[in-house]
C-alpha cells in the first residue's frame, strides 16, 4: 500500500471557524491532491501541489487554501469553515502513471 | 460537457458472474490515462487498473481488466467471476495531459460512479 496518512480522520466543527487537514506521505513523490466527494458530483479536485511550494488551484478552490513546506507534508486550510465545506476529503500522490488515495477525513461543519 | 460519464448509477450481478461497467470520456488531448478506483462502504478509494492512451494492449489486473475502445471514447471495466466482495462503489477517472513532469500533471477528472451489488 501507499504510504499516505491523513489527520484528523474526522472532525465536528462550527461555522465560521478555522480548519487544517493534514496528508502525508513516505513516498517521496513530487505530485499531491486534494479532493472533496460530495453525492451526485463523485470527486472534485479543490487543490494540488508540483513540487515543495508549487500550488495551484483545481475545479473547487473557492474557501480553501493550501501549502507544501515539505514534500512529504500538503496542508488543506477552511479559513473560515461553511456548511457547504462539510464532505468526505481525500488526499492522493503520484509519481507517474498510478494514483493513490489517503483514507480520508470526514468533515462536518455544524 | 461531462468530460466522464458513468451512465449506470446501480447495477446487480450474480456471484461467480461477469459484469462490466461502463465508462466514456471526452477529450482532446492525444496523451491521457485512464483510471479505475473501487470504493467500498468503509470509504477508502483502492485503485484496480489504468490504462495509457498509447497502450495497444488492454490493461488486466487479475479479474479486472479494462475493455479499451479508443475511436469510441470508451473504457468499459470488466469483473469476471464476481464475488460477494466486489460489492462497492466505482468510479471512471481520466488524466488528461503530458507525461509526468508538467505542472499540471495528474489531475484526475471523475465520473460519478457505479454502484455494484453482487447477489449470492
Known amino acids: 500500500d501507499a504510504g499516505i496518512t491523513q489527520s484528523p480522520r474526522h472532525k465536528v466543527t462550527e461555522t465560521g471557524t478555522p480548519v487544517t487537514l493534514r496528508c502525508h506521505q513516505t513516498?517521496?513523490?513530487?505530485?499531491m491532491y486534494w479532493y472533496r466527494q460530495d453525492p451526485g458530483h463523485g470527486l472534485r479536485l479543490i487543490h494540488y501541489?508540483?513540487?515543495?511550494?508549487?500550488?495551484d488551484k483545481g475545479e473547487v478552490s473557492d474557501g480553501y487554501s493550501v501549502s507544501r513546506s515539505k514534500t512529504e507534508d500538503f496542508l488543506l486550510t477552511l479559513e473560515s469553515a461553511t456548511s457547504s465545506q462539510t464532505s468526505v476529503y481525500f488526499c492522493?500522490?503520484?509519481?507517474?502513471?498510478?494514483?493513490?488515495f489517503g483514507p480520508g477525513t470526514r468533515l462536518t461543519v455544524l | 460537457a461531462q468530460k466522464i460519464t458513468q451512465t449506470q448509477p446501480g447495477m446487480f450481478v450474480q456471484e461467480k458472474e461477469a459484469v462490466t461497467l461502463d465508462c466514456t470520456y471526452d477529450?482532446?488531448?492525444?496523451?491521457?490515462?485512464l483510471f479505475w478506483y473501487k470504493q467500498p462502504s468503509s470509504g477508502e478509494m483502492i485503485f484496480l487498473i489504468y490504462?495509457?492512451?498509447?497502450?495497444?494492449q488492454n490493461a488486466t489486473e487479475g479479474r479486472y481488466s479494462l475493455n479499451f475502445q479508443k475511436a469510441r471514447k470508451s473504457a468499459n471495466l470488466v469483473i469476471s467471476a464476481s464475488q460477494l466482495g466486489d460489492s462497492a462503489m466505482y468510479f471512471c477517472?481520466?488524466?488528461?495531459?503530458?507525461?509526468?513532469?508538467?505542472?499540471?500533471?495528474?489531475?484526475?477528472?471523475f465520473g460519478q460512479g457505479t454502484i455494484l451489488t453482487v447477489h449470492p
Open positions: 492522493a500522490i503520484t509519481g507517474g502513471g498510478e494514483q493513490f
Open positions: 513516498e517521496n513523490h513530487r505530485y
Open positions: 501541489s508540483y513540487g515543495v511550494k508549487d500550488t
Open positions: 477529450t482532446s488531448d492525444q496523451s491521457y490515462g
Open positions: 490504462q495509457g492512451s498509447y497502450d495497444e
Open positions: 477517472a481520466m488524466r488528461e495531459g503530458r507525461g509526468a513532469g508538467g505542472t499540471s500533471y495528474g489531475k484526475l477528472t
